[in-house]
């Protein structure tokens, strides 16, 4: 790793105080601060991507007036923007003082009269297309998550970035091989580019729970483990259980108190219990059945879990599931009747059947939409890794479905098993139209 911290004669002598342990860099990073028209990084998880880039633009920034557009496929709201992570940052690195943080952008304050300082803005393409055009001065350009871009909106951003001496920032985990971000940066990179592949084993802050995570799915599925963290593309993606059912964005529940008819229904909770290193799994979810979308809105997730923490855990993670049902399931009925006993909380066991689960799949995809909040990083791992078996010579997409990558979403079954086993097996019955 090493040390970096930016300056010129202008900036404040305090910027030199900042201790330098504190603007710590893996030694890959040392290309963000290099002239490049294009900076691209890509890899699996816990790499440290993002976390590098923000730190970087940071500096950069108070070494010069810089305007930076951070921008994604979609944003409907700050909180799908990498705003928090900058200002998470800001304060990490104790450059506060310095900064401007509002609800919509952040600004490097101006050291004179004379010196613009710096702006950070935060579109999303397919939505703000106009905006995107008319941007004038944009220096930097961070494209996150970028596996998502499509062909046409990266035919609006470039040409957007004009500014003499600009440079496009991208970062992604790769999904599928022909993703247009993909064949444009790796597969056909131009010759201006700087790419690098970086994935957790480069991280030297690689965190100990990460590592957990990462050896169990490495233990239990090594193809989706080489997805996940070593950053290679999806194999075979149409057999992708939920391929193009759900998107991962932020929302905020209705208020009960204002929503009136347009209330969602739920909350519902389901758990998948921890067997021997599995991870034990707590969901919650809602029901907008007039628009017939499923929303996820958390996740406890935990490998090891023993049966005495479960609740505390569960309670940590969501101090709200006193007296909510919390359906779990059933082949753990030792489990069931101990915390129903012990601990206080309202569990039963999910009824289930032959061809429960193959039901259960079928429930979820007659939503037009499932939507994951971005705070349930596995149930949207499991959204693109859950899949049906291929044959292994024709690669025919098969009907069997692979038995892993499915904790969260039978959580989900679970949760759902009243509506799911209704006699009739329809939305139709329960949503209203």
Not at 69 to 74: G, V
Not at 82 to 93: G, T
Not at 239 to 268: C, H, L, N, T
Not at 322 to 350: F, K, M, N
Request: include cysteine; proline fraction near 6%.
């Amino acid at each position: 790793m090493f040390a970096l911290l930016v300056l010129t004669r202008k900036q404040p002598r305090e910027l030199s105080a900042i201790p330098r342990s504190s603007i710590q860099f893996p030694d890959w990073a040392q290309f963000l601060f290099q002239p490049a028209r294009y900076k691209v990084m890509y890899g699996g998880r816990g790499s440290g991507k993002s976390w590098a880039v923000a730190r970087a633009l940071i500096l950069i920034s108070c070494q010069k007036p810089i305007r930076v557009l951070c921008t994604r496929e979609l944003q409907t709201s700050i909180a799908e923007s990498v705003h928090r992570l900058l200002c998470d940052q800001i304060e990490l690195m104790g450059l506060s003082q310095y900064f401007e943080i509002q609800q919509n952008g952040i600004y490097r304050k101006p050291y004179s009269k004379s010196e613009t300082g710096s702006e950070f803005i935060f579109y999303g393409i397919k939505n703000n297309p106009t905006k995107i055009k008319s941007a004038e001065g944009i220096t930097h350009a961070w494209a996150e998550e970028a596996e998502k871009i499509s062909s046409n909106s990266w035919a609006i951003l470039i040409p957007t970035i004009r500014t003499p001496n600009s440079e496009i920032v991208v970062t992604f985990n790769p999904d599928e091989e022909n993703d247009p971000t993909y064949q444009r940066f790796v597969v056909n990179p131009p010759p201006e580019a700087k790419v690098v592949e970086v994935n957790w084993n480069r991280n030297p802050w690689f965190p100990e729970i990460l590592r957990e995570e990462k050896d169990y799915l490495y233990r239990v599925d090594p193809d989706a483990a080489e997805h996940v963290w070593g950053g290679q593309c999806r194999r075979n993606a149409s057999s992708q259980i939920f391929r193009g059912k759900y998107e991962v964005a932020a929302f905020d529940v209705p208020d009960p108190a204002q929503a009136g008819d347009a209330m969602w229904d739920g909350p519902y909770a389901g758990s998948d219990w921890g067997f021997s290193q599995d991870p034990c799994v707590l969901t919650k979810s809602w029901i907008d059945a007039k628009h017939k979308i499923l929303y996820i809105e958390k996740e406890s997730w935990k490998i090891g879990l023993e049966l005495d923490d479960i609740a505390a855990y569960w309670r940590h993670d969501m101090p709200e599931i006193d007296g909510q049902i919390i359906r779990g399931d059933c082949s753990r009925p030792e489990t069931i009747s101990y915390l129903a006993r012990t601990s206080g909380l309202r569990v039963e066991a999910a009824e289930t059947w032959k061809g429960s689960v193959e039901d259960g799949i079928a429930y979820l995809r007659k939503f037009e939409k499932i939507v994951i909040h971005p705070r349930c990083q596995h149930t949207a791992q499991e959204a693109r890794l859950y899949s049906y078996k291929v044959d292994r010579l024709t690669g025919d997409v098969l009907t069997d479905i692979i038995d892993k990558n499915n904790h969260c979403f039978d959580s989900l079954r679970y949760a759902h098993q009243p509506m799911i086993q209704s006699s009739s097996g329809s939305l139709a019955v329960w949503m209203r139209m």
